[in-house]
């Protein structure tokens, strides 16, 4: 009977199509109504954090659980897996969803489908009604399901270049442009003269130049392999390849490369369209014969004639001339 007063009491419903929540008190609506349009108005104030939430109460428990220690760390325990939790609105959701049995309570009202969660009801009522419920408030585009706009609204980002006034929607883009656009000079040592890219390599290069620096070498430490290097990391990966066998195999010709480096660039190759190399044609593949064959070329009868003269001929007369001033 309490059951039913509660629900009868839900009469501000949700003005958004193929959504039925209800409430019983105006405020809660307006809240909900933040889902809809994509709205957070209750931002993070730790400094570098940029949660933000539709709810008061949620942003409260965001700073709890991830900005402040509590003082007896207290954990929340799951008595039936044994599982630990920062607060204890998860884990009563954690018990709801996987140690309540038959806990379905959204139930579709035309097939009587029960749902876990909300979202998942919402989605599948895209059968029943045709409308995605769940729109992108900066293109309008509709999606079926909460996770595809989330996804869909990582397109909306901006990366501003911070060497140029050009923004990119992909970060991959931000980072060729960087490549091309902005590419770093050319270190170059004052002692030995050797190249670096990077400015951090010729950093960690400098210091082997420093007086009174022990250059490390690091051995191979196999019988009977001399190989040293001046980083762990590259004995780490000469180990790895030359003792271990580690390799990358490719799927397409089954070729085995040393690094990942490399199987990329040889994958690449399968990628690239086919090169047609023209092959020239021979008399017995079908080249016509010359028109001029078996007579004398015009250049060759004016050299004759003494009017056009070849390049020895050129260069003796300009040695000539070049001794006798």
Sequence with gaps: MQEQNLASNKKYSCPFDGCKSEFNRPYRLAQ???VHVNVKPFTCYVANCDKAYTS??????????????SELDILYCCPHCMKKYCNRQNLKRHIKVSHIQNNKP?????CKAQFKKKDQLVAHMYQHNGIKPYRCNICSKDFVTLYK???HMRNHRTHKCEHCDMTFTGWMDLVKHRRVDHASPEYICNDCGKVFKERSHIIRHVKNHLPGNSVTAFFCPYENCHRH??????LKQ???VKHK???FDCTLCGAKLTTK???NDHIDRHTRPEVILRIPKTCETGRKKRKDENSMKYVTALKLAGIVKNKMEKCIDSKTIRDDT
């Design 32 to 34: 909900h109504r933040l």
């Design 56 to 69: 008061k109460s949620h942003l409260d428990r965001h700073v709890n659980s991830a900005h402040k220690e």
């Design 106 to 110: 959204f139930t579709c009202d035309d």
């Design 149 to 151: 706009r989330r996804k």
């Design 229 to 234: 290097y001046s980083r762990n990391s590259n």
């Design 238 to 240: 000469h180990i790895l």
């Design 245 to 247: 066998g580690q390799t």
């Design 261 to 263: 480096a490399r199987l």
